[in-house]
T-cell receptor, first 112, second 116 residues
Framework: SQTIHQWPATLVQPVGSPLSLECTVE??????LYWYRQAAGRGLQLLFY??????ISSEVPQNLSASRPQDRQFILSSKKLLLSDSGFYLC???????????FGPGTRLTVT | AQSVAQPEDQVNVAEGNPLTVKCTYS??????LFWYVQYPNRGLQFLLK??????LVKGSYGFEAEFNKSQTSFHLKKPSALVSDSALYFC??????????????FGRGTSLIVHP
């Protein structure tokens, strides 16, 4: 069966520091991968999605970036964090022929 | 552009009573519709989906949803609520092969509170 991992689970970082969040999927190949941010426990904001290695689409222009160095690995990065980057970051995957997404456990980021 | 509306920020229901969480959508062509549930500090869990076929779809944990094309709605229902159903519920829509975006659009979520 497929599983999705995210780490770290929680992170507290000062403003201006770099960020790296990692997401990996096991038990499948060539998944579509997504990064979302959820603020204040509510709506989801799609940040990036990827249909293959090295293929990244950005939905929101900001100081975040994403990379997909391997088929089942998706990384969210920032060179300098802002206070507004605080939130709950969710990674999700979907197989090309299936329809629903499967979400990871999330990373709670607090920028101080 | 596709969109989803969840008109209620919060739904309160007594344990044992039926529950309904409302969702309406807008999308080009035939919709693919989804419900997800989120417990505090957890990721979203897939509950059920409508792609085609029967308008009433059944999903996990006793939930079901009814697709109504004329009203562009996809309300989530359960005959008898449990306290453990208390969570945040998200409706999502994406376009199918006939149009719309393959990237799903999520509603803002509805907080379901089931009282003992």
């Amino acid at each position: 069966s497929q599983t999705i991992h995210q780490w770290p689970a929680t992170l507290v970082q000062p403003v201006g520091s770099p960020l790296s969040l990692e997401c990996t999927v096991e038990g499948t190949s060539n998944p579509n991968l997504y990064w979302y941010r959820q603020a204040a426990g509510r709506g989801l904001q799609l940040l990036f999605y990827s249909v293959g290695i090295g293929q990244i689409s950005s939905e929101v222009p900001q100081n975040l970036s994403a990379s997909r160095p391997q088929d089942r690995q998706f990384i969210l990065s920032s060179k300098k964090l802002l206070l507004s980057d605080s939130g709950f970051y969710l990674c999700a995957w979907r197989m090309g022929l299936a329809y629903e997404q499967y979400f990871g456990p999330g990373t709670r980021l607090t920028v101080t | 552009a596709q969109s989803v509306a969840q008109p209620e920020d919060q739904v309160n229901v007594a344990e044992g009573n039926p529950l309904t969480v409302k969702c309406t959508y807008s999308v080009s062509g035939n919709p693919y519709l989804f419900w997800y549930v989120q417990y505090p500090n957890r990721g979203l869990q897939f509950l059920l989906k409508y792609i085609t076929g029967d308008n009433l779809v059944k999903g996990s944990y006793g939930f079901e949803a009814e697709f109504n094309k004329s009203q562009t709605s996809f309300h989530l229902k359960k005959p008898s609520a449990l306290v453990s159903d208390s969570a945040l519920y998200f409706c999502a829509v994406r376009g199918g092969l006939s149009g719309g975006s393959y990237i799903p659009t999520f509603g803002r979520g509805t907080s379901l509170i089931v009282h003992p």
